[in-house]
């Protein structure tokens, strides 16, 4: 399923582009850690070593891969993540990462428009100094108190709504608005698409940049928002 979605080509021009090619032969090539970085999010709640064993168990019963090979250690896996870094994962995204509905997927199209939606989250992320410097903490209710709880980060993504596929997303510190963040993904709008987002998107300028990308918006505001009326629409027609 993995190679379907991200052929073994396009790995290795996205890996060659980004200049992650292993220099040597590895138990561990780069090729594979980007599908078990994939694979990661399919058994997210399964160990390194378990997610590595699942990878490769299917290639092994299909005889494309060394019956000898051993599943690295902990250890040896988060070296290959850190070599490997995020610039393939972010560049095989872009790559791939599209709306994918057609016009029989139930629930992904109303009178011609492509249904889209924008919405942000957070994530826990370990706790690490690093994670705390770069994205830091939820911050307490009370003044004066320090931050608690895990490292977080925020992220922002366009949804396809018929099949919840993630097309563009952008992710940043959790001091960062979700209305800072969604400026880097209004450029993944296109005519033809309509957007829906919740009223903690509403703003003029942020309107103004989604409306100029061509896709149709509609977006809730707050309710003591006083906006002219242009056109009062019959109940039938809605």
């Known amino acids: 399923m993995l190679t379907q979605a991200f052929p073994q080509s396009l790995v290795d021009e996205v890996l060659a582009e980004t200049g992650r090619v292993q220099q040597r032969n590895r138990l561990l090539p780069a090729r594979l850690v980007v599908y078990f970085v994939l694979a990661m999010c399919l058994f997210s709640g ?11 168990a299917g290639l092994q019963g299909a005889r494309r ?7 690295p ?20 995204f872009a790559r791939v990462c599209r709306p994918v509905a057609t016009p029989d997927t139930q629930g992904a199209f109303y009178r011609g428009w492509r249904l889209t939606a924008i919405d942000g989250t957070t994530f826990d992320l370990p706790d690490t100094k690093a ?24 992220m922002v993504g366009l949804v396809e709504c018929g099949t919840h596929a993630v097309f563009d997303a952008a992710i940043g510190a ?20 309509l957007l829906l987002a919740d009223r903690g998107f509403y703003g003029v300028d942020l309107w103004r940049e989604a409306a100029a990308t061509g896709a149709d918006l509609l977006w809730r505001v707050r309710k003591d928002l006083v906006l002219p009326v242009v056109e009062q629409l019959p109940v039938q027609g809605l």
């Open 131 to 154: 994670n705390v410097e770069a994205f830091g903490r939820p911050p307490r209710s009370g003044r004066g108190e320090q931050d608690v709880g895990y490292p977080q980060l925020r």
């Open 174 to 193: 959790l001091r960062t608005g979700e209305r800072v963040l969604a400026r880097a993904v209004l450029v993944s709008l296109r005519p033809g698409m």
């Open 73 to 92: 250690s902990t250890a040896a896996i988060w070296k290959a993540r850190s070599r490997l870094g995020v610039a393939p994962l972010r560049q095989l």
């Open 65 to 71: 891969w060394r019956v000898s090979w051993v599943v």
């Open 46 to 56: 399964q160990s390194y070593e378990e997610v590595a064993r699942l990878l490769t």
